[in-house]
């Protein structure tokens, strides 16, 4: 199983030493040129580095539409949720009007989430644990998936409020949604396994691309330790010049 151990580099670890599998797209997340320029990169230091690596199998358990609108974002309205029982009409129906007025992306959505029966929180959850036995399952034939964590390279500072549902981001020109920041990453939350991120290379603004490499539970120790084998073979992390 991969890794070989923390004195081994990348280099020396043969093709039947780790079974890796790289899912770098999917339709209801596009990742832009800089990520899918990444995730080539690692492909191709693991396999100079003799590594056994598919791209996408079939087998994999989940696509992003399914983890996320059926699962993640139901588990996450409901952790959001808060006890309304001494909330009067009034306010209720002020909230309701401004979000009429300033529709900010998927604001509307995850009020309404808040709402949601335990019925629908349960069903949310289901879903949730069959996705987690196919991980199980998956998991008995790979050792790793590595993915990107974002669809984007690091979005630039900025000195304005924090707008989680109203400020998009651009993939290749074309505007997205802010919260699909988190489809790729969200994952490896359902799926109850670890993930470790690692630094690969800089984007054309400068400001870094990491991919996730995601194992099965209790499966730590491997993702860290890939994790900076990997690091070793790619251009990784480069301080900022005034931290360098």
Not at 154 to 165: E, S, T, V, Y
Not at 222 to 242: K, S, W, Y
Request: glycine letters at 8%; charged letters at 20%.
């Amino acid at each position: 199983m991969l890794p070989p151990g923390p004195s081994v580099p990348v280099s020396s670890c043969p093709a039947d030493r780790g079974n890796l599998t790289v899912w770098g797209e999917d339709p209801s997340c596009p990742v832009d040129s800089d990520v899918a320029a990444a995730v080539d990169d690692a492909v191709t230091a693991l396999r100079a580095a003799g590594a056994k690596v598919t791209i996408r199998p079939a087998s994999l358990p989940v696509d992003i539409a399914t983890n996320h609108r059926k699962t993640f974002l139901p588990l996450l309205f409901g952790a959001l949720s808060y006890d309304r029982s001494g909330l009067t009409p009034a306010p209720n129906a002020a909230l309701l009007a401004r979000l009429l007025q300033h529709p900010r992306g998927d604001a509307g959505p995850a009020l309404l989430g808040t709402f949601q029966s335990h019925y629908h929180w349960l069903k949310a959850h289901t879903v949730r644990n069959e996705i987690r036995q196919r991980w199980f399952e998956f998991f008995k034939d790979f050792d790793i998936v590595l993915m990107p964590v974002t669809p984007t390279a690091a979005p630039a500072h900025h000195n304005k409020l924090i707008d989680r549902f109203g400020r998009p981001y651009e993939v290749d020109g074309v505007r997205r949604p802010y919260w699909d920041q988190i489809k790729w990453n969200a994952v490896a939350n359902v799926s109850g396994g670890p993930a470790t991120t690692i630094p690969v290379r800089k984007g054309r603004s400068g400001l870094p691309i990491g991919l996730q490499a995601m194992g099965p539970s209790g499966g730590d120790l491997t993702t860290i330790e890939f994790a900076a084998l990997l690091g070793r073979e790619v251009e990784g992390f480069v301080p900022p010049p005034a931290f360098a």
